[in-house]
């Protein structure tokens, strides 16, 4: 994937002549009327020189670049119209109210689409004809339809510009079948018409595929650097206490504009609502909100009436607003491409840029359940996309370094700009000697013929076969289970670390099949030191726990409090004869040591206790907690008690009424259309809140008598936490997890409730 890295290259340096016709002061004089500038941005001048030249030419520039003027000043100079493909009607909307603030014409620019009415249609046809119109911005559907056609035909056209270019490659993170006709519908319009492809994010693939789609292998090509120095990227592990931890972050930064993306509308409704309950003025953005609410919302945002927005990914398309300080993904995104566009969304104007996303592998196998039934190929895009994506919050290399070449552009932290603006950077992991171990991975890769993605030479290494590696008889070869002595994890860490040092590539064309590169069989020859970082961990176990001193700018939980709250939690549960898991568990203990409650009302908003627990057990806490703020004249952080929505508590009714009439858990799942281990979460978390859940007659039906005991008894005298992976480890295979999350729901409403 990695090119040769320029500023900008041409195909054909030498055909970039001047135009003519017009002097460098003669644009510095378009640029000066237009648009009010004294000086071009980055790549601008030479793209516009190119545009004037009536070259093809192809634009690689990064949100904020200033893509638009590359087109947008060639238009205002040029005889006749220019014709503008944009994927989004919002988009051509905002674009076309900011020329016409630039112009005394009103008809300078127009949008043609299939929301104007016959009277506006002939409107926008009468500017063009008679010249007025220097900008038309059109859908591609709407250039299919055959009167525009014949329309274009008969006036003059400057050149057309398709913006958001890599929605023409399958290849991209936005493909748009309806992208891949453009090539001839121009030529329907016109002879030798100049194309100018614009985008913000293409990798050395999807690029490739723009040239040839649209016929301009010969075209221009600029390519600015993809790094966004001012940027700070981070990554959180996502855990069930992810809207108090957003809200915390978002209250560290009152006052500052930020975006919060999230995959589903749903999510986006409760998240705002999240926020507006803990006083921050924040609005959701999604599809399903009529179009007036949807622009009322935008422009509350652009005006600063409120701070944030809570959106899908269809928010910020085209939306210019510089200073946007934190840009937040309470889900990843779908891809590299996705995140990259919209992070860039953050410190427009050179400012501070904070760049927050939240992981769970959870969240990639749901969006690996949403490809399913789509064509294969389809299935198989997405697949090697999403693993861009764990890769990247799995690493624990620079992640600026990981995104730019993932964009085929070189790196270096020493010398390049923003090298220490990343987590992993700031707070980087120990790291291992690995030569021994590289030679191990890039000799599979060679002898098994560069036949495997990275999950099956990961397997090889440690010796576990599948109908694959079967089918090419790896398994008698005497490298397979040559890598046992590191677990899977460390051998994918390792492999994806030498994909960035240039050892191995991916090849995109057969879906990712990991091959060993020039340089890699140079290094096989002659071994030499190589430095590792393992990956960070996302494991299930962080579901339970809340984030109290990330980096980053997180809040620290009060060190001397914690101590203290567990020594008196030790002490209540010797008195009643309990495990101290059982009274509070630490997570729990953490977030009363962060946010201070000073009566039972705020100890129940405190993380996994609820009004049961609290009333249960939570005056002598209350109690201890008190004299330690008043001794320490410890400066309450009261904007830091979480508040509740009560989202939920409908769904909780549901649960609690309907098991207390003992209906099959099953049941009750399919009636909300929940999975079961997501109605097994719910349960776990009313019970974590101090409510009992009798449960016994579906335990009966699942373990008999002696089973429960033996779970009970663990649970009771052995466990020294909750952690089911520890009981998993324990019972060795002799319970399902899902035996063990059962029962152990059970166990906290007799025993903690």
Wanted: with cysteine; net charge negative.
């Amino acid at each position: 994937m990695l090119v040769c890295y320029y500023n900008f290259y041409f195909k054909e340096a030498t055909n970039l002549i001047l135009h003519i016709s017009l002097t460098e002061i003669d644009i510095y004089a378009a640029l000066k009327k237009y648009f009010g500038f004294t000086k071009f941005k980055g790549l601008q001048e030479v793209v516009v020189k190119s545009v004037l030249d009536k070259k093809d030419a192809f634009v690689i520039m990064p949100t904020g670049g200033g893509k638009s003027l590359c087109y947008q000043l060639p238009a205002f100079i040029e005889e006749g119209t220019a014709i503008v493909v944009s994927p989004l009607i919002a988009l051509m909307k905002n674009q076309v109210d900011a020329l016409r603030a630039l112009s005394s014409e009103t008809g300078i620019a127009h949008v043609l689409n299939s929301s104007l009415n016959k009277t506006e249609v002939k409107q926008v046809k009468s500017d063009i004809t008679s010249g007025i119109t220097k900008l038309l911005y059109v859908a591609p559907e709407s250039l299919t339809k055959n009167e525009n056609v014949e329309f274009l035909q008969s006036v003059k056209i400057s050149f057309v510009a398709i913006d958001e270019a890599h929605c023409i490659s399958e290849w991209g993170h936005d493909f748009r079948p309806e992208y891949r006709n453009l090539k001839k519908i121009i030529e329907r319009i016109g002879d030798n018409i100049p194309i100018i492809g614009l985008t913000a994010t293409a990798t050395p693939k999807v690029q490739e595929d723009i040239l040839k789609n649209l016929g301009i292998q010969d075209a221009n090509t600029f390519k600015a650097s993809f790094n966004r120095p001012n940027l700070y990227y981070e990554v959180r592990p996502k855990t069930k206490n992810v809207d108090g931890d957003i809200i915390r972050f978002v209250k560290q930064h009152e006052g500052k504009s930020g975006i919060i993306y999230c995959l589903s509308r749903k999510r986006v409704e409760e998240l705002s609502q999240a926020l507006q309950v803990n006083g921050i003025k924040a609005v959701p953005y999604h599809a399903g909100l009529d179009s007036k609410t949807r622009v009322r919302h935008q422009d509350m945002f652009l005006m600063e009436d409120i701070d944030v927005v809570v959106a899908t990914i269809a928010f910020g398309m085209g939306i210019d607003k510089p200073d946007v300080r934190f840009v937040i993904h309470n889900d990843i995104p779908k891809s590299i491409e996705s995140y990259y566009q919209e992070t860039g969304r953050a410190g427009r104007d050179g400012g501070e840029g904070i760049c927050l996303a939240y992981y769970s592998y959870k969240d990639i196998e749901k969006l690996e359940k949403f490809m399913s039934g789509k064509p294969v190929a389809e299935q198989e895009i997405g697949h090697a996309l999403l693993q861009e994506v764990v890769a990247f919050a799995e690493t624990s290399m620079s992640r600026r370094k990981f995104i730019l070449h993932y964009f085929g552009e070189e790196y270096d932290n020493e010398t390049g700009e923003g090298g220490d603006l990343d987590d992993n950077m700031r707070f980087p992991k120990n790291k291992n000697e690995a030569q021994n171990e590289a030679v191990k991975v890039l000799h599979v890769v060679k002898e098994t013929n560069e036949r495997y993605k990275s999950k099956e030479v990961v397997n090889v290494l440690i010796g576990h076969s599948n109908a694959l590696i079967k089918s090419h008889r790896t398994e008698d070869k005497d490298f397979f289970g040559s890598g046992t002595e590191h677990v899977a994890p460390y051998w994918m860490a390792l492999l994806r670390q030498l994909l960035v040092a240039g050892f191995l590539r991916k090849d995109i064309e057969t879906y990712g099949l990991i091959k060993i590169t020039p340089q890699g069989l140079g290094y096989l020859e002659k071994p030499i030191s190589f430095m590792m970082t393992e990956d960070h961990s996302f494991k299930e176990a962080n579901d339970n726990t809340i984030i109290t001193n990330q980096k980053g700018g997180g809040f620290a939980a009060d060190d001397n409090l914690f101590r203290i709250l567990k020594v008196e939690r030790k002490k209540v549960a010797d008195q009643l004869n309990l495990p101290p898991f059982v009274i509070f568990q630490d997570p729990s203990l953490e977030d009363m040591a962060l946010k201070y409650p000073l009566t039972l009302l705020e100890m129940a908003n405190i993380h996994g206790v609820g009004e049961g627990k609290a009333n249960k057990y939570g005056a002598s806490f209350v109690k201890l907690i008190q004299d330690h703020v008043e001794e320490n004249d410890v400066m309450r952080p009261d904007d830091f008690i979480v508040k509740s929505t009560g989202a939920n508590s409908a769904l909780k009714l549901y649960v609690i009424t309907n098991v207390d009439k003992k209906l099959p858990l099953a049941d009750i799942a399919d009636a909300k259309k929940m999975e079961m281990n997501d109605l097994i979460k719910e349960m776990e978390a009313i019970v974590n809140s101090g409510t009992k859940l009798n449960i016994n007659y579906w335990i009966d039906e699942i373990l008999d008598e002696d089973q429960q005991g033996e779970i009970h008894e663990y649970f009771l005298e052995d466990a020294e936490t909750p952690d089911i992976d520890a009981a998993m480890e324990e019972f060795d295979g002799d319970y399902e997890e899902e035996e063990l999350r059962l029962y152990r729901i059970k166990f906290f409403s007799d025993v903690a409730n």
